[in-house]
């Protein structure tokens, strides 16, 4: 693979990759254009101004720098041209042989690592130790008495958010102050899968992520089941289960779980972290392929529970507006959103993963349930558990005309 940027007048120019994400925001007066990269290859926080928006339109993978040269009547010569666009590989912004190169090694710097790092660590949370409990303090102290005060004795699972710390704090501490009690020695986490999309040829047909690593946490490391997972190696390819985990690298969903069973438990145990991609070929088809695997994964999820094993479910409900693709914004939308999280939660707290599929299917995931594939996941493994709902939130992103709701079940 070629290591070296680009650097070619009459060659095509690598597009612009098509995942990366341009937001044009004023700063200052000044007009920019920020570049997001979903998957943390390039650098955050990079900017150029909005005077380049024209270059950058094309950057199609078609056109040389010299056709394009007569694009532009100021007479930017090759060479600034050049210059300009190695300046983009440079930022592994342009499917080019480098970022393929770049991309290529650091994930396969993660995959030979026996240690997941933190990967919301000084964004999401402080890094320091005392910092953390200052912080993780504050945000339990939101729970008030009702859980607070009386967890509960037994569970067998709770099904939690994984929206941004800031937005549902107080919904996440209602949720983990009911679990203080409990003792479990191990933990298996089922959470959405927000990344392994990008990688289709790893993951089409194997929508169960394993990982072998162990999660680190600010003063913390979390030791990972091996035993429980050669159980679910066992029966990997009939199951659609993998270890190749490159998707758990930047995935936030398993580790804001862990900074609240950390916060709240003081006991030795395991961990077994389990990323669920999509599973809308259930809508059409319940009993082909991915159902099949559906079934293999469950069974086997079954026959390796025990009464030490305790289960968290990672997921947010519904992801509605124009930040979504949809064509009004959140608000006129709210009160239908509602009516439909009050059915997925009603099918929850039954713990009936049929009624939940029927509810998600009808309109094909209209609303974007990204907390429905690990919940059906469970609860086909766990049919008939008794839920109780402990809350549910709606965050209004009113700026981006879009928003995500959010609750928590316990079981």
Known sequence: MNNKLFNSLSAPIPPVRRDIQII?????????????????????GFALDSSVEPILSLIDGQKSITQMQPFFRNGISPDKL????????????????????????IEEQFENSDIRQPALVQTSYPAEIAELKAFMDSLMDEAGSSHADNPVKEAKALYAPHIDLRVGSKQYAEAFSALKSLRPKRVV??????????????????????????????GTRFETDLAYIEKLEETAKSAGFTLHDRAHRIEHSIETH????????????????????????LFYKEDGDLGQKVSAFTETLQ??????????????LSHVGRKFGDQVQASIMRPDVEEFDESFLSAAVQGDNQIMLQTVAEEFDAYRVCGFPPLYTFLKAFPGLNGKKINYNWWDETERESAVSFGSVIY
């Open 24 to 44: 044009p925001v004023s700063d200052d007066g000044r007009d920019l254009l920020i570049f997001y990269d979903p998957i943390k290859i390039a650098e955050s």
């Open 82 to 105: 050049l210059e300009f666009v190695q300046m983009l590989d440079n930022q592994k912004l342009l499917e080019s042989p480098y970022f393929q190169h770049y991309s290529g090694w």
């Open 189 to 218: 986490i089922l959470a959405t899968s927000h990344y392994s999309g990008y990688h289709p040829e790893i993951y089409d047909g194997n929508p169960f992520i394993g990982s072998r690593k162990d999660y680190l946490l600010p």
């Open 258 to 281: 862990l900074l609240f069973i950390h916060h709240i438990w003081q006991h030795d145990f395991k961990i077994v972290p389990i990323l669920v991609g999509g599973l809308d070929e």
């Open 303 to 316: 026959q390796a529970d025990d009464e030490d094993t305790f289960y968290l479910i990672s997921g947010d």
